[in-house]
């Protein structure tokens, strides 16, 4: 990588917890409503698998989704606008902290349901295979999904057709409050793949390089039809499970070690710093920059519009009508466990 990339990842990374910075204190003055997962500490995993690959690669995640998003390609501004529920973000404000989606940058989105999103991700990756189009999916997860049975079903369904998807576990070693010894009877997750077969990798998730490495190879490999890749990335989170976790069952011997390997600091010493690319006063004008940016974007969000009353029913699951006509035959609006009547009969769509 040339020394412009080095510094762009470093940006990435201070941009990503800056802007967590900033939502937890927007969460605080009650700017942001509903829940609240932040990833700091985790930076490295997100900046260096982004880096690797391609702008029109597909990426699915689970809801801890902010920094995601943006390195996808949504602006800071209007993923802020989506944390504040208002009009202009991602999702037009319906969505928020857990369901970023941008589908310009084909970012399917942040999922709140734990290991949900596995069996779409395959199916997305499926039908990448299908279409020959080249792009790979990458499916990120935290390390307590990998216990779920949508888990399970994914990864074997993914081997048995060697579809083209990474399966990117961050692994902070927690599933809320629960450490991974309590949670996975394996706490080394990538000799989970061993069951299907699949190729494993594990990685320093605090490492943004080699992050970036691992997951150029399992993208080329996903591109040469040969199959996915578990990559297990090991971390820690600095805060709690959520902005509404006082974080009280950690050890707080264990977060203040984990803080001396924060990826961001890391990086800035043994690449940047040691290997004169940067000046601690380049860095501290990046700070600047990347401070003023995301203040920008909670300007942007706290100046924006509520989203008109007007449009409170669309996009939910369909124009809410009282009856509808398709094809002559009358479709009543579903109930949630009723059958819905359609030109095929009772019998036919359920
Ligand atoms: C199917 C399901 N079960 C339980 C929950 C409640 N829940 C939300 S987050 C979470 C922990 C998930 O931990 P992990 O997958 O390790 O991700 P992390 O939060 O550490 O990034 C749980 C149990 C949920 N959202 N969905």
């Given at each position: 990588m040339d020394n412009q990339s080095l510094i762009s990842l470093y940006r990435k990374m201070l941009l990503v917890r800056v802007f967590e910075d900033k939502s937890a204190e927007m969460y605080t003055k009650a700017r942001i409503a509903g829940f609240l997962h932040l990833t700091n500490g985790q930076e490295a995993i997100a900046v260096g698998a982004m880096s690797a690959l391609n702008a029109d690669d597909d990426l699915f995640t689970h809801y801890r989704d902010h920094g995601y998003a943006i390195l996808k390609g949504a602006s800071p501004e209007s993923v802020m606008a989506e944390l504040f529920g208002r009009?202009?973000?991602?999702t037009g404000g319906r969505g928020g902290s857990m369901h970023l989606i941008h589908?310009?940058?084909?970012?399917?989105g942040g999922y709140a349901?734990?290991?949900?999103h596995l069996t779409l991700a395959s199916g997305v990756a499926a039908a990448n295979q299908f279409h020959g189009n080249g792009r790979v999916v990458t499916c990120v997860m935290g390390?307590?999904?990998?216990?779920?049975g949508t888990f399970h079903a994914a990864l074997n369904w993914a081997q048995l057709w060697k579809l083209p998807i990474i399966f990117l576990?961050?692994?902070?070693?927690?599933?809320m409050g629960t450490t991974i010894r309590n949670h996975s009877?394996?706490?080394?997750?990538?000799?989970?793949a061993d069951g299907y077969g699949m190729a494993a990798e594990q990685v320093d998730g605090n490492d943004v390089l080699a992050v970036h490495d691992v997951i150029a190879r399992a993208a080329a490999r996903g591109r040469a039809g040969e199959g996915p890749t578990l990559v297990e990335a090991v971390t820690y989170r600095?805060?709690?499970?959520?902005?509404?976790?006082?974080?009280?069952?950690?050890?707080k011997a264990e977060i203040a070690d984990w803080k001396k390997r924060d990826p961001i600091h890391r990086f800035a010493n043994e690449v940047l710093l040691k290997r004169g690319i940067a000046s601690p006063q380049d860095l501290e004008e990046i700070s600047a920059e990347v401070e003023a940016r995301v203040d920008k974007a909670a300007e942007f969000a706290e100046n924006s519009p509520e989203?008109?009353?007007?449009?409170?029913?669309?996009?939910?699951?369909?124009?809410?009508?009282s009856n509808m006509q398709v094809g002559g035959s009358l479709i009543r609006p579903p109930q949630i466990g009723a059958r819905v009547a359609s030109s095929e009969g009772e019998n036919g769509r359920q």
């Open positions: 009009a202009t973000g991602t589908m310009d940058t084909n970012y399917w349901i734990v290991g949900g390390d307590g999904s990998t216990n779920i576990v961050e692994n902070n070693q927690f599933a009877a394996l706490p080394d997750v990538y000799r989970k600095h805060r709690g499970h959520s902005m509404a976790d006082p974080d009280v069952q950690r050890d989203p008109a009353l007007d449009t409170l029913y669309k996009h939910i699951y369909m124009e809410p009508v």
